[in-house]
């Protein structure tokens, strides 16, 4: 079972463009977390976020986690190429964190 | 601090053999979970130990098993193993709980021919 979808699960966009990850859910989460996962290697962890509303930046990332605890935006700015990788969710429900189904960023030079 | 270890790195075994899976966490962290990752199913949650005990566990049938010792090096072990437990093994460990802060490996890559 999927409890968060993630959009969209592709991207591919030009070097120096804006973009945002969706991450939805009709399930409410204690706490949301994001990760960035390249080629060969296992997640890494970006940010958590805990309080309905919260907006965390991190340089060109910024990550607001939804009202009602059920939803989440990754918006990154001006894209490098070292951005590319795979981007994933993942909300606490329970005592167990549930995995979004990810979104494959590449940023072309 | 060194990261969490997983070895081997990559593997590759015939239907209805067992495997064993080995994760080092970071020093001084008492939480490893584990997660399997499919192109299809995305990241799922395998089971939990904290302190040599399963503190929790995901919806995979009973041939997935897994253990820690008292150093919180953990094993994970797949019996009688099926064309669909190809995919990519991860641990991950946490200081105390995996409600936080969760430190992943870089994953063994098992293949099931």
């Known amino acids: 079972t999927q409890l968060l979808e993630q959009s969209p699960q592709f991207l591919s966009i030009q070097e120096g463009e804006n973009l945002t990850v969706y991450c939805n859910s009709s399930?409410?989460?204690?706490?949301l977390q994001w990760y960035r996962q390249e080629p060969g290697e296992g997640p890494v962890l970006l940010v958590t976020?805990?309080?309905?509303?919260e907006v965390k930046k991190l340089k060109r990332l910024t990550f607001q986690f939804g009202d009602a605890r059920k939803d989440s935006s990754l918006h990154i700015t001006a894209a490098q190429p070292g951005d590319t990788g795979l981007y994933l969710c993942a909300g606490l429900y329970g005592n167990q964190f549930y995995f979004g189904t990810g979104t494959s960023l590449t940023v072309i030079p | 601090k060194a990261g969490v270890t997983q070895t081997p790195r990559y593997l590759i075994k015939t239907r209805g053999q067992q495997v064993t899976l080995s994760c080092s966490p970071i020093?001084?962290?008492?939480?490893v979970s584990w997660y399997q990752q499919t192109p299809g199913q995305g990241l799922q949650f395998l089971f939990e130990y904290f302190s040599e005990t399963q503190r929790n566990k995901g919806n995979f049938p009973g041939r997935f098993s897994g253990r820690q010792f008292s150093n919180s090096r953990s094993e994970m072990n797949v019996s009688t193993l099926e064309l669909g437990d190809s995919a990519l093994y991860l641990c991950a460990s946490s200081p105390q709980t995996a409600t936080y802060e969760q430190y992943f490996g870089p994953g063994t890559r098992l293949t099931v021919t």
């Open positions: 020093s001084g962290h008492r939480s």
């Open positions: 976020v805990v309080t309905g509303g």
């Open positions: 399930s409410v989460f204690s706490s």
